[in-house]
């Protein structure tokens, strides 16, 4: 089991920055691929960014490439979020996903195994 708990979400003007992080306590003497999504209302839950067990291989979605960063520190048990240039349309609610198996991060929802509760993230225009 590994639970994991979003932070750092809040209300930032278009064109601000902003860092989520996401904590993992339980099965974590093993690194995992790790994962971030976001959901906004109405909408699917949609793939943002993933990192590969050691943080040797990343991906992200291409409405966000160039402006968010996914990094780790598995020393502490942490994965981050960094996201600048918010536009109003990152608003949603973020999650943080754990993918038990296989080092590639995955892009859709059924890759991952374990999710947080989220995190709000507003952006105003």
């Known amino acids: 089991q590994v639970q994991l708990v979003e932070s750092g979400g809040g209300l930032v003007q278009a064109g601000g920055s902003l860092r989520l992080s996401c904590a993992a306590s339980?099965?974590?003497?093993?690194?995992?691929?790790m994962g971030w999504f976001r959901q906004a209302p109405g909408k699917e839950r949609e793939f943002v960014a993933g990192?590969?067990?050691?943080?040797?291989?990343?991906n992200y979605a291409d409405s966000v490439k160039g402006r968010f960063t996914i990094s780790r520190d598995d020393a502490r048990n942490m994965v981050y979020l960094q996201m600048n240039s918010l536009k109003p349309e990152d608003t949603a609610v973020y999650y943080c996903?754990?993918?038990?198996?296989?080092?590639?991060?995955?892009?859709?929802?059924?890759?991952?195994?374990?999710w947080g509760q989220g995190t709000q993230v507003t952006v105003s225009s």
């Open positions: 996903a754990t993918k038990i198996l296989g080092d590639v991060p995955g892009t859709t929802r059924s890759d991952y195994n374990y």
């Open positions: 339980g099965r974590t003497f093993n690194p995992y691929t």
């Open positions: 990192i590969s067990r050691r943080g040797s291989t990343t």
